[in-house]
C-alpha cells in the first residue's frame, strides 16, 4: 500500500526558511516523479512543483520559482521542499503527491496528509 507522510511544518516569520519532507513506501519510491501542492484556507489545492525520478529535472509554479527547491533522496524514498525567503501568502497546508508532469490535483491519486505551513509577517 502507498503511503506518503509529510513533516517538517510549522510556524516561521518573513524571509525566514523551511524545509519540509516527503517519506514514501509501498512503492519503488526511484520509479516515479513527485509533486508537492498547497492549500492555503478556504481556497483551492495549487500546484507548487514537481521533480523526475531521477532529480535531475524539476519545474515550479511562478509564485514560488527561485524561491522554493524540490530534491529527492532516492536511497531515502524522501522527496523535499526546500522554501526559502517565505512569505505570509505561501502559509497553507502543503502536501506531496505521487507523480507528476500534471499541475491538475484531480490528476494525482495518492497524498499524503499534509504538513502545515505558517509564516508571519
Known amino acids: 500500500q502507498v503511503q506518503l507522510v509529510e513533516s517538517g511544518g510549522g510556524l516561521v516569520q518573513a524571509g525566514d526558511s523551511l524545509r519540509l519532507s516527503c517519506a514514501a513506501s509501498?512503492?519503488?519510491?526511484?520509479?516515479?516523479?513527485m509533486a508537492w501542492f498547497r492549500q492555503a484556507s478556504g481556497k483551492d489545492r495549487e500546484f507548487v512543483g514537481f521533480i523526475n525520478w531521477s532529480g535531475d529535472w524539476t519545474s515550479y509554479a511562478d509564485s514560488v520559482k527561485g524561491r522554493f527547491t524540490i530534491s529527492r533522496d532516492n536511497a531515502k524514498n524522501t522527496v523535499y521542499l526546500q522554501m526559502n525567503s517565505l512569505k505570509p501568502e505561501d502559509t497553507a497546508v502543503y502536501y506531496c503527491?505521487?507523480?507528476?508532469?500534471?499541475?491538475?490535483?484531480?490528476?494525482?491519486?495518492?497524498w499524503g496528509q499534509g504538513t502545515q505551513v505558517t509564516v508571519s509577517s
Open positions: 509501498g512503492l519503488t519510491f526511484s520509479g516515479y516523479a
Open positions: 503527491a505521487l507523480g507528476g508532469w500534471r499541475v491538475v490535483p484531480n490528476d494525482y491519486h495518492y
